[in-house]
């Protein structure tokens, strides 16, 4: 199976997709590419792991479990956003220019962009060359900034020009780190892979390396969310369509760590892996305590919802820096993670439809109002703020039993307190919407079906992960878990 | 080259300095499409005012009647440190570019204070615009020497000047091409030219220079204007010593191409005079910190080369 | 070689002097031909495998680039940058003390031994920490891409003076990127300025974490 498949098929796809006129067939195009890409990818994951490494792209045991989520996450946003597309085509947005001459409507954009999105994802996951991966993760950004925008209100205005100068700012100084690899392979171009680089681990400059690392967690890190280089995140959330919210949250930030991964798994053979770890830990532990706070008294509930998005960042970062089970924790947590944040993103995207506020003081009673959404909402709630039966509970804890058995009390403590002033506020805010008696306010209950389905499967998926982990995820989670220095005892 | 060849160049800056001012008051003219003053007109001044009276306001002090000639010996001693492209002054020694430095700062300092002594509101603001303007002009002028001192590696103002070879223009002329251009901009600002100060505006509320001088009269006055032609001299050696290359060997070659460089740095600064309108006061310290900029870029990078 | 560097910083320190938006661009397009220069001329002369790179920058970040802002400039009529958070003037001096910390940075990093050019590193750090400055400092949109361009050029600068050798394919894709993204920044300040009536990003203060109360209720209209 060739790799480059999963680039340039949606690639050309989305510039197909800026052409066609016609809704329905540009919709089928759009899903069918999603719905060959997760066949696509859960084939290529599936053991025996085709590793084939070639110069630019391969698979390996990462890309074996990020990219399935990335298409997994691909398929319901899509759908969810075609059902929403359908939806709004019926009342139009009242921000929407009139049809113009203009070559481009507004939904082709959106959909051309979202394949372009996935296209660029793809490429990041599968990237073995760090110059590659540069190019594409910077384009993952290009990419997104126009579906931020989608609405064309003041507020999306101001929240993709954030991001898009923050996270390209961030992203220059990553490529800054990446010279710095050069450097300490001395130049040429072929150490400059991931392989090359492992291959060399011997002579590798160490001084350079860790000035890589330093570049490349910080440019890559604005790119994830770690705090402090957060302050991107909340807004692009925020007033991002909920679809592109569910990408962002659930699969670009992922792709951002497995970028700052690729790195540290050339630290690690080249004697600076604590290094790199305790950086690691330490980045995550501050932007875990940072998202807990921010988190409480929040007043809009999408806002929070991109807190916890920081705050789970933390965790990924946290598990990787602590080694042994807790990497195995992090690359748990990071499927669970994603598959709940989609399914809530989608959930708050229904409530924004139905109550037409973002302001979660003025929504009370989703419950009573129509049960499908509160249910999704309530489930939501019960699966991020990590109880069992879902699967957030097993990783969630998997990095704190690791915490106690380093013997890191400080940090469990950090972690344990964050954990609990997040739950503390988002139970506040989503509880509160969600039971209670309604307000005679006028709401618009009939839900469409596309905007049901797909967060109920992701919760079922989420749900379905807590209570049973099938044998072959597990092998994969132990692969990717070694990959990047850990073990599961 | 004897010992009393060394003379030769101050000798030829007194005695030439006025003519300065004539050929760029004669510059301006042509381009005026006037026929203008003639080019001796400074030692016409001179000679008119020397034989004048003088007219001292009841308000100033003794400050106001020595002030003058302070200034004058101030930069005459200035004068006499400055080499000519190759030929030594005949007053240097080591660290010599601090005093040529201060020199001019001692004669700037005598000039205020006089200023400042006629108590009168006029002339105190011009003491202040050229305080604050001096203030940013001073570090162009040490940093460039400092530059000047690295790469040649001594401390002596004429070793120093003198290093700057044909060869040195080709090793690095971006740096070099930098230093000329912030040092011409230092000539235009501490000589009162346009675009920092336009010496024939009537204006007191516009003027710098002008207006510090305004009450002096007499030979006060000629010891004034004479000291502001020597100064423009200095500047303008300053600036000769980069762009004229050693060349010939025999001093009396090297002597006759200064005296003309003189000249046509003169007729540049009557160019710039005649093309360009005067800077709005608040640009005049953008501009200073701008020619500060392109000295210190050059001794950075100079010292990154290391 | 040594000419080039110098006039590259020199362009980094009159950037942060300017205050008239065109005359930035226009720096900033001369920025881009240096640096393109300087991947055509190694420190010994010509340097032909720097070719492809070094033509196709000057073109993109030397003309395209530029006329791309120019343009955005005209439409939304800006002139000047107001008078930043820290003024022209100081920010001059500001920036010679950056090019300074980063000579020291590019001395304490004993460049000589490992035969890289400190004069490249020390401008291409200098670049770097100006555009920084820029993006930090000022307010209006332009200037922090302007800043972000200076970014890359600054990074560019020390890939090249790295000496890593990127397919001709690699540094197109780089290039692209910058391409696209400052043309999505173009389209964006155009449309701030219709939305905003300015492109002052100082004023963009109303997505925040206190109870900012008024938000528009018809957002939720078309939500999902």
């Known amino acids: 199976m060739n790799p480059w498949l999963f680039v340039w098929i949606p690639g050309i796809a989305g510039f197909l997709a800026y052409f066609i006129s016609n809704d329905a067939l540009r919709r089928t195009l759009w899903l069918s590419v999603a719905f060959l890409h997760l066949i ?93 991966q540069w190019v594409v993760i910077e384009a993952t950004t290009l990419a997104s900034a126009p579906l931020i925008y989608y609405h064309r209100s003041r507020h999306s205005l101001e929240a993709a020009w954030k991001y898009l100068m923050i996270c390209s700012v961030g992203i220059a100084l990553a490529l800054l780190g990446v010279f710095c690899l050069a450097l300490a392979g001395s130049g040429a171009i072929e150490t400059l892979t991931i392989d090359g680089m492992l291959a060399r681990a011997g002579v590798l400059k160490t001084a350079w390396l860790k000035l890589a690392f330093i570049f490349i967690l910080i440019g890559y890190g604005t790119k994830m969310g770690l705090a402090p280089l957060h302050t991107w995140l909340p807004d692009a959330h925020s007033e991002a369509p909920s679809p592109v919210s569910a990408l962002l949250s659930g699969a670009l930030l992922n792709c951002a760590f497995l970028s700052i991964l690729r790195v540290h798994q050339v630290c690690l053979p080249c004697g600076i892996g604590d290094f790199s770890r305790d950086l690691l830990t330490l980045f995550g532990l501050v932007s875990m305590g940072l998202a807990g706070i921010f ?77 499908t959404a509160g249910v999704l909402w309530l489930g939501g709630f019960i699966a991020i703020a990590g109880s069992p039966p879902f699967g957030t509970f097993l990783s969630e804890f998997i990095v704190l039993r690791t915490l106690l058995d380093q013997s890191r009390w400080l940090a469990a403590a950090i972690y344990t307190l964050s954990l609990l002033t997040a739950f503390v506020g988002m139970a506040s805010i989503m509880l509160r919407m969600a039971l209670g008696d309604p307000n005679p306010t006028e709401t618009r209950e009939k839900l469409d079906p596309l905007c049901i389905a797909p967060p109920l499967i992701l919760g079922f998926l989420a749900l379905g992960l807590g209570v049973f982990i099938p044998r072959d995820l597990h092998l994969t989670l132990i692969q990717a878990a070694q990959a990047i220095g850990g073990f599961m005892p | 080259m004897t010992p009393a060849t060394m003379w030769i160049g101050p000798l030829c800056g007194l005695l030439l300095a006025p003519l300065l001012p004539g050929v760029i008051n004669r510059v301006k003219a042509v381009f005026a499409g006037r026929h203008g003053q003639p080019i001796l007109q400074g030692y016409h001044d001179l000679f008119k005012l020397v034989r004048k009276g003088v007219v001292y306001s009841e308000t100033s002090g003794g400050v106001f009647r020595f002030a003058p000639y302070l200034t004058l ?10 080499p000519m492209s190759g030929i030594r002054a005949p007053l240097s020694f080591q660290g010599d570019f601090l005093l040529l430095v201060y020199l001019l700062g001692i004669a700037r300092f005598a000039m205020v204070l006089a200023a400042l002594d006629t108590g009168s509101s006029f002339e105190g603001m011009g003491a202040s615009r050229e305080v604050q303007f001096s203030a940013l002009a001073e570090p162009c002028l040490l940093v460039g020497l400092l530059f000047l001192s690295a790469h040649s590696g001594r401390v002596g103002l004429s070793d120093i000047l003198s290093r700057i070879t044909a060869g040195s223009w080709q090793d690095m002329p971006a740096m070099l091409a930098l230093l000329g251009s912030a040092w011409f901009i230092l000539l235009l600002a501490e000589n009162a030219r346009i675009p920092v100060d336009d010496p024939n505006t009537h204006l007191e509320l516009t003027m710098i220079h002008e207006v510090m001088i305004l009450d002096t009269s007499g030979p006060d006055f000629g010891a004034m204007l004479y000291a502001a032609a020597l ?26 191409f200064f005296m003309i460089g003189m000249l046509v740095i ?5 160019v710039v005079e005649s093309i360009m309108a005067r800077l709005r006061l608040l640009m005049v310290p953008k501009l200073l910190i701008g020619a500060t900029a392109l000295v210190t870029t050059a001794l950075i990078m100079k010292m990154a080369m290391r | 070689m040594m000419t080039l560097t110098v006039l590259l910083a020199l362009t980094g320190v009159l950037l942060l002097g300017s205050s008239r938006l065109s005359i930035s661009i226009r720096l900033v397009a001369i920025q881009g031909f240096l640096l393109g220069m300087t991947a055509l001329w190694g420190e010994s002369g010509f340097h032909a495998a720097g070719l492809s790179s070094g033509v196709s920058g000057m073109l993109v970040k030397g003309i395209v680039l530029p006329w791309l802002l120019l343009f955005v400039l005209k439409k939304s009529g800006a002139r000047r940058e107001i008078e930043p958070f820290i003024g022209f003037g100081a920010s001059m001096l500001i920036g010679l003390l950056l090019m300074g910390l980063s000579a020291w940075i590019a001395w304490r990093m004993h460049l000589v031994e490992q035969g890289l050019s400190p004069a490249l590193f020390t401008v291409a750090l200098d670049l770097m920490l100006v555009g920084l400055f ?16 200076v970014m890359e050029n600054g990074v560019y600068a020390l890939g090249v003076g790295a000496g890593t050798e990127f397919s001709f394919l690699l540094e197109i ?25 300015h492109i002052d990003t100082d004023r963009f203060i109303e997505l925040r974490d206190t109870a900012s109360g008024k938000l528009p209720v018809e957002a939720g209209e078309g939500g999902r």
């Open chain 1, 40 to 132: 696509g990818s859960l084939f290529a994951a599936s053991p025996p792991l085709t590793l084939f490494s070639g110069a630019w792209l391969g698979f390996d045991s990462l890309t074996a479990l990020f990219l399935p989520i990335t298409s997994i996450l691909f398929l319901t946003a899509s759908v969810y956003g075609v059902g929403a597309l359908r939806r709004d085509a019926r009342m139009p947005h009242p921000d929407r220019l009139p049809r113009r001459s203009f070559r481009f409507s507004p939904e082709a954009i959106f959909s051309g962009c979202m394949l372009l999105f996935l296209a660029s994802m793809s490429g990041v996951i599968l990237s073995r060359h760090f110059g590659l």
């Open chain 3, 134 to 149: 820029l993006i930090i400092t000022r307010r209006k949109a332009i200037t922090q891409t302007l800043g972000y361009l």
């Open chain 2, 231 to 256: 100064k423009l001299w200095i500047f303008g050696a300053l600036l000769l010593n980069l762009i004229l290359p050693l060349g010939p060997p025999s001093p009396w070659i090297q002597i006759l």
């Open chain 1, 295 to 371: 988190i409480l008294h929040q007043p809009e509930y999408k806002r929070m919802l991109a807190y916890s998005s920081v705050e789970h960042m933390g965790i990924l970062s946290l598990g990787v820096g602590l080694g042994a089970a807790g990497a195995y924790g992090s690359m748990l947590h990071a499927l669970n993670h994603s598959l709940v944040k989609a399914m809530l993103f989608m959930a708050a995207g229904n409530i924004l439809w139905m109550y037409r506020t973002k302001t979660a003081s003025a929504i009370l009673g989703i419950l009573r109002r129509n049960p």
């Open chain 3, 173 to 197: 894709g780089v290039l692209l990127d910058v391409f696209v993204g400052v043309f999505l920044m173009g389209i964006m300040i155009f449309r701030i300025d219709r939305e905003f009536e």
């Open chain 2, 73 to 82: 010996s101030a930069v005459i001693l200035a004068l006499f440190l400055m």
């Open chain 2, 266 to 270: 003169a007729a540049i600064v009557g």
